[in-house]
């Protein structure tokens, strides 16, 4: 289990939920943040930090979203030849700058 | 007894432990495996560094229904946490609490040592990990933490020692509420200070504080913490209007939760799968006489619940009993059979 971000994250990025995450779990792309699906706890601090609701747990959020979310990790992002993996950390990588192609191409 | 405000009576401060087991993490997984320890009759000692049991439960969701405990549809956190304290009670488990695991070494006979940070010794027939996502740090106030220990603190696991205070209580979640309404009554005030206005808390919760009288104070950031020797007052600000505010307080409380990561174990030697320790079916790590169980464990088809937890650390704890003692059985026997 994991909670997912939504589409409502998308061009905000207001990063609340990135101060809540006990394991810093949260990662930074261009337009959207994402859970990093294998290194979350399943707390929820997040979702009620999210001024803008747009966090849910997985079973109850977008499926589309839940799998865009797991994406972002899995398969190599746009540019690149490696999929991002669990780093451990988005301090530490900091913010990753691209967006899987469903969010890359939403309506601004 | 509350998990967020009392330690059990057995905590102890000595220097030197000798126990069979040490449980390192008093969450679900360690204090199950506490009780399973008693009941093989074996003396068990869990460290924890947050001076409370519950582990991410009482950190993070006391107040949250769980689902997935077998035998119980809904259990809140915190009573879960206390049912299994009181499970492992009649067995007299040694609580360290409060106390960061930091060093594995060996004795003579090569059994583990495990050194906390407060300077506990602990000499154990075996060692069960049952971390979690690892060690919990109090996140710091962005103000500063020029007065911790002179009216700054992280926890209250004992109320009475604030009597008479002006308190300022920083956070929006369960722990920073529960605190406001234990403290409510001893104090001379109490205000709470949130810098969203919405609470990570249960809304009952945040009903009886309000109902207490005690001021909330939302959108606000503390920015100073003032006092030559020990701290006299705290400066707030508004986190859109700008306007500050300066509040009487003998003692403030940051509860803006936690941190977690894999801290000193990563240096002990175990192997490590990402940020988790490779066990195999006996529960047993790459070290001797070091076992783990519950999320901190790895291995392929692992799945993150308290209810294989449970499993993991009976089974860890029944192995390291025949570790300890090459004579014990594996199989425990039915608790059905032992008369209490």
Redesign the interface.
């Known amino acids: 289990m994991a909670y997912v971000i939504g589409p409502a994250c998308v061009d905000i990025m207001d990063r609340s939920c990135m101060e809540e995450c006990p394991v810093d779990c949260i990662y930074e792309g261009e337009r959207k943040l994402y859970i990093n699906p294998v290194e979350c706890i399943d707390c929820g601090a997040c979702e009620t930090a999210c001024p803008e609701q747009a966090i849910a747990v997985d079973r109850l959020a977008k499926p589309e979203h839940r799998e865009d979310n797991r994406r972002f990790f899995t398969e190599p992002l746009p540019g690149r030849t490696e999929p991002l993996g669990t780093p451990g950390g988005a301090t530490g990588l900091g913010p990753v700058g691209v967006d899987t192609p469903l969010v890359a191409g939403a309506a601004s | 007894m509350s998990v967020l405000t009392d330690v059990p009576a057995t905590t102890s401060a000595a220097d030197v432990v000798d126990t069979d087991i040490l449980i390192i993490g008093a969450g679900p997984s360690g204090l199950y495996g506490a009780y399973y320890a008693g009941f093989r009759g074996l003396r068990v000692a869990v460290m924890d560094v947050l001076p409370q049991c519950g582990g ?1 439960i009482s950190a ?2 006391p107040e ?1 229904p769980i689902f997935d405990i077998a035998g119980f549809p809904s259990v809140r956190g915190r009573d879960l946490v206390d049912g299994l304290v009181a499970q492992a009670e009649p067995y007299g488990p040694v609580y360290l609490l409060g106390q960061r695991a930091v060093e594995l070494s060996r004795d003579e006979d090569g059994h583990p040592v495990v050194r906390s940070d407060t300077g506990t010794t602990v000499r154990a027939g075996a060692v069960v990990i049952t971390g979690g ?1 690892g060690t ?1 740090t109090p996140r710091p106030l962005p103000a500063g933490e020029d007065h911790l220990g002179r009216g700054q603190v992280y926890f209250v696991p004992d109320p009475t020692v604030h009597t008479g205070h002006d308190i300022v209580i920083v956070g929006g ?1 369960d722990s920073a509420f529960d605190w406001a309404a234990t403290l409510a009554p001893l104090a001379r005030s109490v205000k709470l200070v949130h810098r ?1 206005d ?3 808390a249960h809304g009952a919760t945040v009903e009886k504080v309000r109902s207490l009288g005690i001021e909330i104070i939302t959108d606000t950031e503390v920015t100073g913490l003032h006092g030559a020797e020990h701290l006299e007052e705290v400066t707030i600000r508004h986190r859109l209007t700008k306007d500050t505010r300066t509040l009487p307080a003998q003692t403030v409380v940051a509860a803006l ?5 894999l801290g000193p174990l990563q240096n002990w030697g175990l192997e490590l799968q ?2 988790r320790i490779a066990v195999d079916t006996r529960m047993a790590t790459s070290l001797p006489r070091v076992f783990a169980a519950g ?1 901190i464990t790895d291995y392929p088809g692992k799945v993150r619940l308290i209810a294989v937890g449970f499993g993991e650390v009976a089974t860890a704890v029944n192995n390291a009993a025949t570790v300890i003692d090459p004579e014990a059985m594996l199989f425990p026997g039915h608790s059905t059979e032992k008369e209490n």
């Open positions: 991410q993070m969701y949250k996502v919990f979640g969203r919405r609470f990570r939760g936690f941190t977690a990561d990402a940020r999320d």
